[in-house]
């Protein structure tokens, strides 16, 4: 088993789809060493500790939240799931990832 790394970087993205929505933000992220290698329970605590300080995943990125419990967490989801619709109501632009966090 491999350490993910960690990394810090203050962002600084304004917009309804920026991780700094009308609060002060950061972001903290993991990175695998290399696709597919084992690093255990790494994500699945990293995911805990953010979700206990209030933190949020990036909608885009790796994580094991749902369209329900990321609504909870991104206001402004249903905005985007609604231009989502518009744009691409035979969702062309899916793949597994995708239909598990935002619906199909």
């Not at 905005?79 to 793949?95: G, K, M, S």
């Amino acid at each position: 088993m491999q350490p993910a790394a960690g990394e810090f970087r203050r962002v600084g993205v304004r917009g309804a789809a920026g991780l700094r929505r009308r609060r002060p933000a950061g972001a903290v992220g993991l990175v695998q060493p290399h696709a597919g290698a084992d690093v255990g329970d790494s994500f699945d605590v990293f995911e805990r500790i953010v979700a206990e300080h209030g933190g949020r995943p990036h909608w885009g990125k790796q994580h094991t939240l749902g369209v329900d419990e990321l609504r909870r967490v991104h206001p402004r989801l249903d905005d985007f799931l609604a231009v989502r619709d518009r744009l691409d109501p035979t969702r062309v632009l899916v793949n597994h990832h995708l239909d598990h966090i935002l619906g199909p």
